[in-house]
């Protein structure tokens, strides 16, 4: 029985050993060598007296060594933590420090680019390189974690309810949190869509998420329960999508919006590539304009959309099945399976069909909460509004997005209850953006919003007052976020004005700034 999520792996490699498991570039596995790299993973962490949940950190671009990794750590009884690879090291280095990471993997080139970051990190007691140290000096450096093969070890100690993995993502407030996700929680996600999308042992399915996305790692961990090949893809222009899909056959593809709108916008190839084998596409992430949604369905017509909303926290709520896009556009969708959505006012009570609430998510993805942020989870994992005390513990995901719900129980996204911006399927923190542009010098005041972006979904936008006596010098500013920050959260533009606009009670007013700007008026 499979209860923890190298399990999956296990009896897979046991069933189907000489199935294809995963393509990397030019590089094919199969289910064999995947678990036997697993193993070896799992065998170097064991030597290293890792711990029942100690966490492990991974900073590599998405390769095999990464997905022999991920299971390799739970296979140890540890708890994996993908770091999303765009991230600069500032952010590298609170991730391992907020949650005590013991171990990190990476590869030489990474580590040089990370060593002065982490000098001071102390949790960190070794660093397990993928490749060469290509001159590392620091001695808690292990090079070529791979190239021996090693024995795993004893069983891991874990039960199902055990920690598995943090994904960090971002907080309406202050730095990036960790979403805690146990090995239930990652089991229940895959065997849920898989369930919905009908997935099987024949498909061949296009990473482009990271799997420091749980949407990402989602389409890894299905793949493996169900025998299926992943094929991975880092790439920067639409054609590159499409050229992959075409020659590795691909049967689904998972994307965030900006995907859609470089495959509708800015992909010729597509018109003229016959894709016979492309079953299904799916989106989450933010929502996909109606136009986009329409023109990938006209490229596409044998090919499958399946429209999700979902959140870190409770991983995936809805979905919106393809026969019921024109006939409900905008729509969400309705629960995923084993899960409840419910719509609530801020009394707790069940609103009404057309009434506006908190989308409420009750079900076995429900994550275990943020690591080391009690407060922060008690704010979004919360009693069951519905279930009086005596009737048994139920905690349930207040998303803190606004929706409705429709007469046939249809749901609809209205917008955020919180200050984030989604843009590129990424939950940005204004505040983290707003901390590096301060850090410059040459702002007083700034306040970071999100504005309407058909092709991504919401652009950074900085409105800034100049400091005292300093020029605009926006080239200055800008070049400092792309040192601290990835591109995604790099501001597209810094409009300067005299002074923010306040609310009544003396905070710069968030909502009067996007509204405006929203409408195409001057603050």
Request: proline fraction near 7%.
């Amino acid at each position: 029985m499979a209860y923890l999520l190298h399990h999956l792996l296990e009896a897979t490699a046991e069933r189907l050993p000489r199935k294809e498991a995963v393509v990397d570039k030019e590089r094919r596995f199969d289910y064999g060598e995947l678990l036997a790299a697993a193993s070896t993973c799992a065998g170097m962490l064991k030597d290293l007296s890792l711990a029942r949940r100690d966490r492990v950190a991974i900073f590599l671009d998405k390769s095999f060594e990464e997905a022999a990794s991920i299971f390799g750590i739970s296979r140890a009884g540890g708890v994996f933590v993908p770091i999303n690879a765009l991230l600069k090291p500032p952010q590298v280095a609170h991730i391992v420090n907020d949650c005590g990471v013991r171990v990190l993997i990476t590869s030489g080139l990474r580590w040089k680019m990370l060593e002065e970051a982490l000098k001071d990190a102390p949790s960190l007691e070794r660093v397990l390189l993928v490749d060469d140290p290509r001159g590392a000096a620091d001695p808690r450096v292990v090079a070529r974690l791979f190239d021996e093969p090693r024995a795993p070890g004893a069983p891991s100690p874990c039960i199902g309810e055990d920690l598995a993995a943090i994904l960090y993502t971002s907080g309406s407030t202050g730095r990036p949190k960790g979403v805690m996700l146990s090995h239930r929680n990652l089991l229940a996600g895959s065997r849920i869509v898989r369930t919905y999308l009908g997935i099987r042992e024949e498909e061949r399915i296009l990473s482009v998420l990271p799997f420091s996305f749980d949407y990402g790692l989602n389409q890894l961990v299905t793949a493996v329960e169900k025998g299926a090949t992943t094929v991975l893809l880092s790439f920067r222009f639409g054609d590159e999508i499409v050229r992959a899909c075409a020659n590795e056959r691909i049967t689904g593809l998972a994307g965030v919006p900006t995907v859609w709108a470089l495959l509708a916008g800015a992909a010729p190839s597509l018109p003229k590539t016959q894709l016979p084998h492309l079953r299904y596409l799916t989106n989450s992430g933010g929502a996909v304009p109606t136009e986009t949604v329409r023109k990938i369905r006209t490229l596409l017509p044998g090919t499958d959309f399946v429209l999700m909303y979902g959140l870190t926290e409770a991983f995936r709520s809805t979905y919106l099945p393809p026969s019921e896009i024109d006939r409900r556009p905008g729509s969400m969708g309705k629960a995923i399976p084993e899960t409840e959505i419910m719509v609530v006012n801020e009394k707790g009570e069940r609103c009404r069909p057309g009434e506006v609430g908190i989308l409420v998510h009750r079900g076995p993805t429900v994550s275990l909460g943020y690591w080391n942020r009690p407060e922060d989870t008690a704010r979004v994992l919360r009693p069951n509004p519905l279930v009086a005390p005596n009737e048994g513990a139920d905690v349930v995901c207040y998303s803190g997005d606004l929706v409705r719900m429709d007469e046939e129980g249809y749901l609809y996204f209205l917008g955020r209850g919180d200050a984030m911006i989604k843009s590129s399927g990424y939950r940005i923190s204004p505040s983290e953006v707003e901390e590096v542009l301060m850090a410059t010098g040459l702002l007083a005041q700034v306040a970071v919003i999100g504005v309407p972006d058909p092709a991504v979904g919401e652009r950074v936008h900085a409105v800034a007052v100049a400091a005292e006596g300093k020029a605009k010098d926006t080239e200055s500013i800008l070049a400092r976020c792309a040192k601290d920050l990835p591109a995604h959260m790099v501001p597209r533009e810094i409009e300067y004005v005299d002074e923010l606009p306040r609310s009544p009670n003396g905070k710069v007013d968030y909502k009067l700034l996007k509204a405006q700007r929203a409408a195409g008026q001057v603050a």
